[in-house]
Structure formats: structure tokens, C-alpha cells
């Protein structure tokens, strides 16, 4: 296998591999240096390493629902051809396997999703939530405290969503600021603003170009997690992390007295 890693995040399939430790040690070294300083592939990582369940189980009680008897009449009416050979399953290609049916259901379920969230204009409220779930204080314990990046991380973000940021624009009490990232959903860009409270772990603050709420703080759930949003004249807003919802209006409202309008 080869890759570049310097030019492209690696591939689920090279993360796979590097789980079942089957790179070399200079592959290898080139994702333990991606995983200490970029948080998505590390958060990938941590998904796929849920994926190591017992999936054969899970899938024999789909074959009990199968329309076996129509599936055999189909199969005798074709004609006889000698049978390959049947390879052994790894469990890379178990895993391929499985995530062609998990695909099908996702699929099914962010038609329906999306049709719900459009009437609320909090699809993009989910997928920063399904995001954030897989974050734990590790993800964020390697990330650079420097100023100076941080000034550079949100001035990029700010200036690409249309909005002045800065560390004290954005400080959020007794949480520490670590990183400015864009993230993109359908087609509109995401700013996500993540920080390390001691209490309580990742927490985010995101901003997304187009306005579909109301001025007045929300409150709702999400994966387990506490979410408050909001919106200005120009864009929406939302804080999302496993702080009480009182802490999150509290950090809400001292970000809204300072964020341009």
C-alpha cells in the first residue's frame, strides 16, 4: 500500500489498517502524526474503532426475515454453472460488507430526516452534533494553545462566513478555546469553533452562512448532547456539548453581545 498522507487525509480503508496493524512502520508513523494533530482523522479513527462489533450476529436475524422461499424459486430457474470458490471473509471485507447495508439505511433515514429538519432548519444542527459526539478531551488535549494561530485559525474562518472573529470575540467563560476549522454541509460552509471545558469536555461553537432561525436562544438534544442555538440578522448559531443547557444560554448570551450584527 502507498499513500501521501501529507497531501490528503488517509482513506477509512489505510485507518482500518493501521487498527489491524498492517502497515509498515514509516506508514504507520505518518498516521500516529496525523492523529496527534488532526482532530478529524482522529475522530474518524474512534468510529471506526465502534465498528468493531459483532456484526455476523447482528446480520443473522436480517436472514430470518428474508423472503426465502420466493429467493429459491428464483434460484432454481437459473441455469446450473459450477461453483467458485469460496473465499475466506477478512475483516476489512466484513466490514465493506456491512457498511453496504449500512449505507442503504442511512440513506433512507437522511431523505426522511431531511425532510423533517427543512421545516426547522435544524439539519445542520444534527450533523455538527454526530460529529461532536465522537469527541473526547484526548481529540482536543494535542491541539496548539498559541494566540498567534488562533488569531490566524479565526480570522481564515471569519472572513470565509463574512463575520469578524477573534479570541476575545469568542472566549466562552470557564471554557478554553483550542481551534477554528470549516466544515461543510450540503453545500454551506460551517464554521466550527471547538474548545476543552474542564468540567464537562469538548464543547463547540459553530456558525453556518445561512439564517433560518430566530433571534430567541432554542434549546434541544442531540445524541446526548445539550445544544442552544440562535440566530443575528445574517447567520445562525449554535453551542453544543454535554454542559447543563444554563451554562450553555449563559456562554450564548455573552457571545451575542459581542459578535457583530
Not at 502497515?23 to 479513527?45: F, G, K, M, P
Not at 462566513?161 to 454551506?188: C, H, K, N
Not at 469538548?202 to 445561512?210: H, K, S, V
Request: net charge negative.
Amino acid at each position: 500500500m502507498t499513500h501521501d498522507t501529507t497531501h490528503a487525509p488517509p482513506s477509512d480503508e489505510w485507518l482500518v489498517a493501521w487498527l489491524d496493524d498492517e502497515l509498515n512502520q514509516e506508514q504507520r508513523q505518518s498516521i500516529d502524526d496525523l492523529l496527534r494533530t488532526d482532530a478529524s482523522v482522529a475522530a474518524r479513527l474512534e468510529r471506526l474503532k465502534r465498528s468493531n462489533l459483532p456484526f455476523r450476529e447482528a446480520f443473522d436475524s436480517v436472514l430470518d426475515d428474508a423472503p426465502t422461499a420466493r429467493l429459491q424459486r428464483m434460484l432454481d430457474g437459473l441455469p446450473a454453472a459450477p461453483a467458485p470458490p469460496k473465499p475466506a471473509l477478512s475483516r476489512r471485507g466484513f466490514l465493506a460488507m456491512a457498511a453496504t447495508f449500512v449505507v442503504a439505511g442511512i440513506a433512507a433515514d437522511r431523505l426522511f430526516m431531511g425532510v423533517q429538519n427543512s421545516k426547522s432548519g435544524g439539519g445542520w444542527r444534527g450533523s455538527v452534533a454526530e460529529y461532536m459526539a465522537l469527541y473526547t478531551p484526548q481529540t482536543l488535549d494535542n491541539l496548539t494553545a498559541d494566540r498567534s494561530s488562533h488569531v490566524a485559525q479565526l480570522s481564515s474562518v471569519g472572513q470565509q462566513l463574512g463575520v469578524a472573529l477573534s479570541p476575545d470575540v469568542v472566549a466562552l467563560p470557564g471554557a478554553e478555546f483550542r481551534r477554528a476549522q470549516i466544515l461543510d454541509y450540503d453545500g454551506v460552509l460551517i464554521g466550527q469553533l471547538t474548545y476543552l471545558d474542564a468540567r464537562h469536555g469538548p464543547l463547540a461553537l459553530c456558525i453556518n452562512q445561512a439564517r433560518t432561525g430566530g433571534e430567541t436562544l432554542g434549546r434541544e438534544q442531540r445524541l446526548g448532547l445539550n445544544v442552544v442555538y440562535w440566530s443575528n440578522t445574517r447567520q445562525d448559531f449554535m453551542l453544543v456539548g454535554k454542559n447543563p443547557f444554563e451554562d450553555l444560554e449563559i456562554m450564548a448570551r455573552s457571545v451575542q453581545k459581542r459578535l457583530p450584527v
